[in-house]
T-cell receptor, first 115, second 113 residues
Framework: EAGVAQSPRYKIIEKRQSVAFWCNPISGHATLYWYQQILGQGPKLLIQFQNNGVVDDSQLPKDRFSAERLKGVDSTLKIQPAKLEDSAVYLC?????????????FGPGTRLTVL | GNSVTQMEGPVTLSEEAFLTINCTYTATGYPSLFWYVQYPGEGLQLLLKATKADDKGSNKGFEATYRKETTSFHLEKGSVQVSDSAVYFCALSDRGSQGNLIFGKGTKLSVKP
């Protein structure tokens, strides 16, 4: 079974530029998550989708971050414009369904460096 | 709000040593508790979980017991191997939430031969 795929693996941009990350979850997984992991910290949830609807985006900085999951499968996360403090690893995860005890499967992440 | 506190790292042990990584949590209600592991160059993966008080999660020789009275979920292994070198994250998911995970800061473990 293929895991969660993410691309690119690494991205370096200058501040005020825009960037987009892509995620393909495990086939059949209805729930998709985007996390931000700053160096030395645990992952922090940015947004959660159930199929193509947003379940929780309370911690997403909506003035610069946006995300979509148009067909309920792949998802993209965009930052525009980027700030220095956005340097982090962006993790995508998926799970079969919406439930507190469900295992989440994580992709390898995209490491973003903002100069 | 809900939170997870785990012991600061890094932790350096010799092979076959006993491992404990402390984790305590603050949560409303009765959360599910998890340990995730991140091996060098790889993504996060679930190591073990417990969904109710007094449950013991176990996998690959690691175990952790859900202690409601002390709000703890400490990770233990009796004899670590070099291959256990990784970053370990304690996490909780509030039953009232939609499956969102709240993570601790992670503890880096290095095992020397």
């Amino acid at each position: 079974e293929a895991g969660v795929a993410q691309s690119p693996r690494y991205k370096i941009i200058e501040k005020r530029q825009s960037v987009a990350f892509w995620c393909n979850p495990i086939s059949g997984h209805a729930t998709l998550y985007w996390y931000q992991q700053i160096l030395g910290q645990g992952p922090k949830l940015l947004i959660q989708f159930q199929n193509n609807g947003v379940v929780d985006d309370s911690q997403l900085p909506k003035d610069r971050f946006s995300a979509e999951r148009l067909k309920g499968v792949d998802s993209t996360l965009k930052i525009q414009p980027a700030k220095l403090e956005d340097s982090a690893v962006y993790l995508c995860a998926s799970s079969l369904e919406l439930a507190g005890n469900n295992e989440q499967f994580f992709g390898p992440g995209t490491r973003l460096t903002v100069l | 709000g809900n939170s997870v506190t785990q012991m600061e790292g890094p932790v350096t042990l010799s092979e076959e040593a006993f491992l404990t990584i402390n984790c305590t949590y603050t949560a409303t209600g009765y959360p599910s508790l998890f340990w995730y592991v991140q091996y060098p160059g790889e993504g996060l993966q679930l190591l073990l979980k417990a969904t109710k008080a007094d449950d013991k999660g176990s996998n690959k020789g690691f175990e952790a017991t859900y202690r409601k009275e002390t709000t703890s979920f400490h990770l233990e292994k009796g004899s670590v191997q070099v291959s256990d070198s990784a970053v370990y994250f304690c996490a909780l998911s509030d039953r009232g939430s939609q499956g969102n995970l709240i993570f601790g800061k992670g503890t880096k473990l290095s095992v020397k031969p």
